[in-house]
T-cell receptor
């Protein structure tokens, strides 16, 4: 059974810092990995989707990398802003077993203070 | 930009009552999902739906839950007899592409409070 772990669970940084959020998974036979942002009491907003054949995806100040063999993905946030404060979730889809269902980590709660 | 919409945003109900949560997925999407998130906990899969039938469901999705796509646009989750532990945020999601390649898009959620 796939287990997804996100470290750290919480992070508080001053504005302007570059950040790295980590996501690790136990079964490397994944099909893709998706990063989401969740604001308090709100839904999940898709940030980046990386297919297993890709090594990274970029969108604005966000860069997500994938090392499938080691079971890790990182989300890099450049020049963090207070508006980046949210919980960041990763979700992994398996390659085998016929299941298309993503497994979520518990998330990293990020606070960027001015 | 197309989005997944959910209603109601918040519903309060008495234990034992039936609730129906509604979702309108993005129009050209093929796969539909319900997830839930109990306060402070992780997002948990409930059920997936494709081609007018359930394609997969979790252990959480027991006989008191059902899903329906009654009219080609709405996708509903019914909880027949609510329990206190059903209190959670319920999210609908959809994806356009079949199988594993598609990017998941989530709605804003329906908060269910069972008293």
């Amino acid at each position: 059974k796939q287990e997804v772990t996100q470290i750290p669970a919480a992070l508080s940084v001053p504005e302007g810092e570059n950040l790295v959020l980590n996501c690790s998974f136990t079964d490397s036979a994944i099909y893709n990995l998706q990063w989401f942002r969740q604001d308090p009491g709100k839904g999940l907003t898709s940030l980046l989707l990386i297919q297993s054949s890709q090594r990274e995806q970029t969108s604005g100040r966000l860069n997500a990398s994938l090392d499938k063999s080691s079971g890790r993905s990182t989300l890099y946030i450049a020049a963090s802003q207070p508006g980046d404060s949210a919980t960041y979730l990763c979700a992994v889809r398996m390659e085998s077993g016929g299941s298309y269902i993503p497994t979520f980590g518990r998330g990293t709660s990020l606070i960027v203070h001015p | 930009e197309p989005e997944v919409t959910q209603t109601p945003s918040h519903q309060v109900t008495q234990m034992g009552q039936e609730v129906i949560l509604r979702c309108v997925p993005i129009s050209n999407h093929l796969y539909f999902y319900w997830y839930r998130q109990i306060l402070g906990q992780k997002v948990e899969f409930l059920v997936s739906f494709y081609n007018n039938e359930i394609s997969e469901k979790s252990e959480i999705f027991d006989d008191q839950f059902s899903v329906e796509r009654p009219d080609g646009s709405n996708f509903t989750l019914k909880i027949r007899s609510t329990k206190l532990e059903d209190s959670a945020m319920y999210f609908c999601a959809s994806t356009r592409l079949a199988g594993r390649t598609g990017e998941l898009f989530f709605g804003e959620g329906s908060r269910l409070t069972v008293l």
